[in-house]
């Protein structure tokens, strides 16, 4: 099965969907190479960057489920190798 890389940027507006983001991720865990989280508390935003190694529909599958949470915001950048 081919994989490509991949980062997803997310920006989560409503932390009441923490807990569904973390779901999210714990289920998609074995593709997932790392990830960083940058609480920004001044605006009541969090910014989060997962890099990911996993088959372009995994891919796909977490960042449409991300971006389908309200308040959340999810975008995936790939590696052209």
């Given amino acids: 099965m081919e994989t490509r890389i991949a980062v997803i940027s ?7 969907r923490v ?3 973390n779901r999210l ?3 998609f865990g074995p593709y997932i190479i790392g990830r960083m ?4 508390r001044e605006k009541q935003v969090n ?3 997962v890099a990911m190694d996993a088959p372009q529909d995994k891919i796909n599958a977490l960042t449409g489920s ?3 949470l309200e308040g959340v915001s999810a975008k995936a950048a790939y590696a052209r190798k």
């Fill in 10 to 16: 997310i920006v989560v507006e409503n932390l009441d």
């Fill in 66 to 68: 991300l971006g389908n």
């Fill in 47 to 49: 910014l989060i960057s």
């Fill in 19 to 21: 807990e569904e983001i």
């Fill in 37 to 40: 989280g940058i609480p920004y």
């Fill in 25 to 27: 991720l714990h289920e």
